[in-house]
């Protein structure tokens, strides 16, 4: 939590004083500031009957398969996202930060972090086929909120825009399901 909280001052902070970070600077906050972390922390929490406060203690270390799911939930927000967060008075996403620091244009930089949500992906298909020290079941969690990410963030900030962007996934779900 101290993480997190520490975090986002930092965020406010460089939003206030019109900072722009490296890209690295900015991938060490935003991976704590996005809330993936949280997020597997809070639904172990209510896996009581196989999680350990070691394996809760786990996610906090930033294993490789929290932090390539947290690169590939921030990256895809901010590939999707920026455009509408810099209308808004929002702080540099990692688009704003990768062209200030190379220099490069937006198309450019949307390859790039595209490419590293692919490694990001490959980072998280290798560690679900090796040993972990934790349970399956929660390897399985953590890789099923990559994929809701995935999913949230495919062509338009699906979290932000909800109604509209989920919508139809919602029904092909709930109302219109294949038969079986």
């Known amino acids: 939590m101290k993480k997190v909280g520490k975090s986002y001052f930092l965020e406010a902070k460089s939003l206030h004083e019109n900072y722009v970070p490296t890209l690295e600077e900015y991938m060490d906050i935003a991976l704590m500031t996005c809330g993936y972390p949280m997020l597997v922390m809070s639904t172990f929490v209510v896996m009581a009957d196989i999680v350990t406060t070691e394996m809760l203690d786990w996610v906090f270390t930033m294993p490789k398969i929290v932090k ?70 929660l390897i399985a969690r953590v890789l099923n909120y990559a994929r809701v990410m995935d999913v949230l963030y495919k062509e338009v900030d699906g979290y932000t825009n909800a109604p509209i962007a989920l919508k139809d996934s919602v029904a092909s779900i709930l109302v219109d399901p294949v038969p079986i």
């Open 68 to 137: 390539a799911s947290a690169i590939i939930c921030r990256l895809k927000d901010d590939i999707v996202g920026h455009k509408d967060e810099q209308e808004r008075g929002h702080v540099a996403s990692a688009i704003e930060c990768y062209m200030k620091q190379y220099g490069a244009s937006e198309k450019e930089v949307i390859e790039e972090l595209n490419k590293q949500v692919t490694d990001a992906w490959k980072d998280i298909n290798e560690e679900c086929l090796n040993p972990t020290p934790v349970p399956k079941p």
